[in-house]
């Protein structure tokens, strides 16, 4: 495909969807919704950034079991959804579109952060290495989860899909399944947090039936071409040590849901925060696998975005951190601008310094 075809500034369609430029705003925790409750704050921080080609918004639960951080939002309540819809309609009426991430924390959290009723729940009963923040008790060691039972399997497959309609009646152009970075979906993959011996455990084809399961769902109840996937691929996040089966298992997962015609596979690589490097043999054996769009995340500068694109490496490239701190990030790398620089002491504080108050640019 020649350059203009897959310019990075230039208007592109992405399974049918009609978008601005080919960069994604990355999928960010942010911890701004009190309550659980997206609001006004939100809408400005998301409003902000519409000039992306297209934001996937930060990780939201589709289950009160999945609150695992303090102040993440859902999408499970009407006042929930009435709270996306403000937000959805503000990124649409500055030209943007939008998709909800669902994610669904599974063993990472703490019962000081859940609902009251709602419990930490996993494949299996082991607990991830390593301390979660509480509002209320600061820094906390994760417990042992509760092992779902195959009801408490399909009743959380159903909160997906209803979480996926909830996106539809909230204004969403789409949703991505968070099946990265050692939270329940990636959980169940892995035979590291998976010791189950039923249906769903054991060999991949096990491990991997609960993610196919939510996916072909969500795609069946809002459309498939509405539905994206994110994986973590090589991610040593939330305590997911590598394995040797890595690879196959992987590219195993990408060619199941490519037969499922999804909007996009989203191929997470967090080698420039420090996590070890996804090789690209393992990213092009997905891509091949899964025969449709895919996004690269990870490190992007627009030059070395562009070269992917020219590559055919990727159909959309995903930026988050540069994003967080610059909400006209395509215009001041179209035009090679300098970029604000991210607070991270603020990345994950209550209120607006650190999230709402980075300026666009001015001469």
């Given at each position: 495909m020649s350059r203009n075809e897959r310019d990075l500034f230039s208007p592109a369609t992405v399974a049918g969807h009609q978008l601005q430029n080919r960069i994604v705003m990355a999928p960010m925790t942010r911890n701004r919704a009190i309550g659980n409750l997206p609001n006004a704050l939100m809408a400005d921080y998301y409003a902000q950034r519409a000039s992306a080609g297209l934001i996937v918004t930060e990780g939201t639960s589709p289950s009160p079991n999945g609150l695992g951080y303090p102040r993440i939002p859902g999408l499970f309540s009407d006042a929930q959804v009435q709270g996306w819809k403000a937000i959805t309609d503000a990124v649409h009426a500055k030209g943007g579109k939008i998709f909800a991430q669902l994610m669904h924390t599974g063993r990472i959290g703490h019962p000081n952060n859940l609902p009251e009723g709602a419990r930490l729940m996993a494949p299996s009963a082991i607990a991830a290495a390593g301390e979660i923040h509480t509002d209320n008790a600061g820094p906390q060691p994760h417990p042992v989860p509760h092992e779902m039972r195959p009801d408490e399997i399909a009743d959380t497959r159903e909160e997906f899909v209803q979480a996926a309609k909830n996106a539809m009646a909230a204004?969403?152009?789409?949703?991505?399944?968070?099946?990265?970075?050692?939270?329940?979906?990636?959980?169940?993959?892995?035979?590291?947090?998976?010791?189950?011996?039923?249906?769903?455990?054991?060999?991949?084809?096990?491990?991997?039936?609960?993610?196919?399961?939510?996916?072909?769902?969500?795609?069946?109840?809002?459309?498939?071409?509405?539905?994206?996937?994110?994986?973590?691929?090589?991610?040593?996040?939330?305590?997911?040590?590598?394995?040797?089966?890595?690879?196959?298992?992987?590219?195993?997962?990408?060619?199941?849901?490519?037969?499922?015609?999804?909007?996009?596979?989203?191929?997470?690589?967090?080698?420039?925060?420090?996590?070890?490097?996804?090789?690209?043999?393992?990213?092009?054996?997905?891509?091949?696998a899964f025969g449709g769009p895919v996004i690269l995340s990870g490190g992007y500068d627009p030059r070395r975005a562009q070269a992917d694109l020219d590559a055919g490496k990727a159909e959309l490239i995903a930026v988050g951190r540069a994003f967080l701190a610059n909400p006209d990030l395509p215009r001041r790398w179209r035009e090679n601008l300098p970029l604000n620089a991210p607070d991270m002491e603020s990345f994950y504080t209550p209120g607006a310094k650190g999230y709402t108050d980075y300026p666009a640019y001015s001469a």
């Amino acid at each position: 495909m020649s350059r203009n075809e897959r310019d990075l500034f230039s208007p592109a369609t992405v399974a049918g969807h009609q978008l601005q430029n080919r960069i994604v705003m990355a999928p960010m925790t942010r911890n701004r919704a009190i309550g659980n409750l997206p609001n006004a704050l939100m809408a400005d921080y998301y409003a902000q950034r519409a000039s992306a080609g297209l934001i996937v918004t930060e990780g939201t639960s589709p289950s009160p079991n999945g609150l695992g951080y303090p102040r993440i939002p859902g999408l499970f309540s009407d006042a929930q959804v009435q709270g996306w819809k403000a937000i959805t309609d503000a990124v649409h009426a500055k030209g943007g579109k939008i998709f909800a991430q669902l994610m669904h924390t599974g063993r990472i959290g703490h019962p000081n952060n859940l609902p009251e009723g709602a419990r930490l729940m996993a494949p299996s009963a082991i607990a991830a290495a390593g301390e979660i923040h509480t509002d209320n008790a600061g820094p906390q060691p994760h417990p042992v989860p509760h092992e779902m039972r195959p009801d408490e399997i399909a009743d959380t497959r159903e909160e997906f899909v209803q979480a996926a309609k909830n996106a539809m009646a909230a204004g969403f152009d789409g949703i991505e399944l968070h099946a990265a970075n050692g939270y329940l979906l990636e959980q169940f993959i892995r035979p590291t947090s998976n010791r189950r011996t039923d249906a769903y455990g054991g060999p991949i084809e096990n491990r991997a039936r609960f993610v196919l399961e939510v996916a072909r769902a969500a795609a069946e109840a809002i459309g498939a071409s509405r539905v994206g996937i994110r994986l973590s691929p090589h991610g040593v996040f939330n305590d997911m040590p590598p394995y040797p089966e890595m690879d196959a298992d992987y590219t195993y997962l990408a060619g199941q849901l490519g037969t499922l015609g999804l909007a996009y596979l989203h191929i997470v690589d967090h080698s420039a925060m420090g996590a070890p490097e996804v090789p690209e043999r393992i990213k092009d054996a997905m891509r091949e696998a899964f025969g449709g769009p895919v996004i690269l995340s990870g490190g992007y500068d627009p030059r070395r975005a562009q070269a992917d694109l020219d590559a055919g490496k990727a159909e959309l490239i995903a930026v988050g951190r540069a994003f967080l701190a610059n909400p006209d990030l395509p215009r001041r790398w179209r035009e090679n601008l300098p970029l604000n620089a991210p607070d991270m002491e603020s990345f994950y504080t209550p209120g607006a310094k650190g999230y709402t108050d980075y300026p666009a640019y001015s001469a």
